[in-house]
């Protein structure tokens, strides 16, 4: 009888507690395909005002998203565990953009951003104990094809509010990958979530098995 491959899990220390402070379901999933056993908790921090405070400090996007992403896991921090706080913001020529709240939003967002090439400063920060791990922060650069109107609307329509679900309004795993003419960067990180430095950090900290 062939022996049994032992479930994902099993590469991870039992005796740490992991907590990914996000709602994001793209994220949840990064991890739950990784075999990665967590828990999701949705941190209460007020975005816009750290962003409101990062602008008047002139930080960078790469710089707030970290801040942002530390505010997250310091926000569901829990007794020995180790919380995974991860942000991503988008800068194209100096102009930061948000979700889209709406489908019309997302329009002038796209109409905005084709053609052009942007920045996802995506970033991540491991906490435990109320005390920051390990950051890192990485910048995929992603060019938009000078689509038609006609290919927008098109597009709106097949994605719906499923684009509201992303600061790009567009999810490359789906069929906004037709709007692209180039893309720099790791997949998992333009996701929002740098899984392999990240997979490497939580072994540094024996989370993960060596």
Do not use: N
């Given at each position: 009888m062939p022996a049994l491959v032992p479930p994902p899990a099993l590469l991870q220390n039992s005796e740490s507690t992991l907590l990914l402070a996000s709602g994001s379901h793209s994220r949840r999933r990064m991890l739950e395909n990784a075999g990665l056993v967590f828990e999701s908790h949705v941190p209460g921090v007020d975005e816009d005002s750290v962003k409101h405070q990062a602008r008047k400090d002139a930080l960078a996007p790469g710089a707030t998203a970290l801040k942002l992403a530390e505010a997250k896991a310091l926000a569901v921090a829990g007794k020995d565990a180790v919380v995974i706080g991860a942000d991503q913001m988008l800068s194209c020529d100096g102009q930061w953009y948000d979700k889209p709240p709406t489908l019309e939003d997302a329009r002038v967002q796209l109409q905005a951003l084709r053609g052009r090439t942007h920045c996802l400063h995506t970033a991540v920060v491991l906490v435990r104990h109320g005390?920051?791990?390990?950051?890192?922060?990485?910048?995929?650069?992603?060019?938009?094809?000078?689509?038609?109107?006609?290919?927008?609307?098109?597009?709106?329509?097949?994605?719906?509010?499923?684009?509201?679900?992303?600061?790009?309004?567009?999810?490359?795993?789906?069929?906004?990958?037709?709007?692209?003419?180039?893309?720099?960067?790791?997949?998992?990180?333009i996701q929002g979530l740098p899984m392999l430095a990240l997979m490497a950090a939580l072994r540094q900290i024996n989370v993960l098995l060596d």
């Open positions: 005390q920051v791990l390990w950051r890192h922060m990485e910048e995929p650069r992603l060019s938009m094809r000078a689509f038609s109107d006609t290919v927008l609307t098109r597009y709106l329509e097949l994605e719906g509010a499923q684009c509201l679900t992303s600061v790009g309004a567009y999810r490359l795993e789906g069929p906004g990958l037709l709007l692209f003419s180039r893309i720099e960067g790791d997949s998992f990180t």
